[in-house]
């Protein structure tokens, strides 16, 4: 283990109990790439903390004041409560929701097919997260999100599967047009991820795919090399760039046809290969 992450996951190992001693905290989780062993020297921790009813203004402060550490920031939202602090010189984000609140998002995404990334996001730190306090209750939600379901799947392909018009691509390079081409790329590569998490009937673990390598190593099925080759094409010149990209889009609505019987890719495809009249 590399000494970057061995003194995170020790800071978050004496962060837990400060919060766990509140009966009010129902779960104490890491998370992040600190729990996922991918943390280095400019990593932030990334703990979640469930409380079984809303905290008061005294119990979310608590835990940071009455440990000296020091306060950055704090948001609250409809959903949840989240701050920011240092502990020995090592920033620490805290998301806090209510149980409830989880409970809520796994049932609109399973039963629903909600695809809204901060619910997929919560349930993929549920399956990779290391459990701090009360593994009970993971273990509980975690039976629960082990099954993908196939209603899911077909509405992310449903979102995720257009790709912009190849000529439109073809037309910024020739044009050396960096900044859309730029964008453009990497919404790609973006869009390509989003599929293939789908395809592999695996929850989101980022909206833009943070870690990249750990998620490809997730993916059973993928375009060979996909980690390299998005990188390659984000560093080569214009028309290979897109080359590059155009190759990988082709072999994911492959994918998606041998892997989801029955799934139409025809409009997508057709989309895909649209030209203009000259």
Do not use: C
């Amino acid at each position: 283990m590399n000494h970057a992450l061995e003194t995170r996951r020790r800071l978050a190992a004496e962060i837990a109990p400060v919060y766990a001693a509140n009966p009010n905290v129902a779960v104490v989780l890491l998370a992040g790439s600190v729990a996922r062993g991918t943390a280095d020297q400019f990593s932030d921790i990334e703990i979640d903390i469930f409380w079984h009813t809303p905290p008061s203004a005294a119990e979310l402060l608590a835990p940071i004041t009455q440990s000296g550490w020091s306060l950055l920031q704090q948001h609250v939202d409809e959903y949840e409560w989240a701050d920011s602090f240092y502990v020995a010189g090592i920033k620490v984000d805290t998301s806090q929701f209510l149980v409830r609140t989880l409970d809520q998002w796994i049932d609109d995404v399973l039963v629903r097919a909600d695809i809204e990334v901060e619910k997929q996001i919560r349930i993929t730190a549920i399956q990779h997260g290391q459990v701090l306090y009360n593994p009970a209750q993971i273990e509980r939600w975690r039976a629960q999100v082990a099954h993908y379901p196939a209603a899911l799947q077909h509405a992310m392909l449903a979102e995720h599967l257009w790709f912009q018009p190849r000529a439109v691509l073809e037309m910024l390079a020739a044009r050396d047009n960096a900044l859309l081409l730029a964008r453009s790329l990497v919404d790609g590569a973006q869009r390509i991820l989003d599929v293939l998490t789908a395809l592999n009937r695996l929850y989101l673990p980022h909206p833009y795919h943070k870690w990249l390598d750990w998620e490809i190593a997730q993916l059973r099925i993928a375009p060979p090399g996909l980690a390299e080759r998005i990188r390659q094409l984000l560093r080569a010149a214009p028309p290979a760039a897109v080359a590059q990209l155009h190759a990988l889009v082709e072999e994911t609505f492959t994918l998606v046809e041998h892997n989801v019987p029955g799934y139409d890719t025809s409009a997508a495809r057709a989309a895909f290969v649209l030209r203009r009249v000259s």
